[in-house]
């Protein structure tokens, strides 16, 4: 589990933006991954992504490491920002494109 939990620090200290999902970008597995990947996309936003069914340890080692039990997971600039329901909420209310600008994350 510690290579996981390194894993994991490494990806959210690396890049500014971070999903932990089921799937990837290009090709989601689940509802609730889709729906945060397809509000990134529209945000212009540039993330990586990591595809927790590929590593049970890494799928795990994220609801341990951040104590929240869902995927996906978003994190900006290294701050654990929510799952899809509140990623979705801010995004409807603006307050995603606000945090991505005081963070100092380039939209397009």
Known sequence: MSDALESIRNAIATN????????????PQCGFSQMV?????????DYHDVNVLADDAIRQGIKDFSDWPTIPQLYVKGEFVGGCDIVREMFQTGELKTLLDEKGVTVS
Do not use: A, Q
């Open 16 to 27: 500014d933006v971070v999903l932990f999902m089921k799937g990837t970008s290009d090709h």
């Open 37 to 45: 990947v397809r509000i990134l996309d529209h945000v212009g936003v």
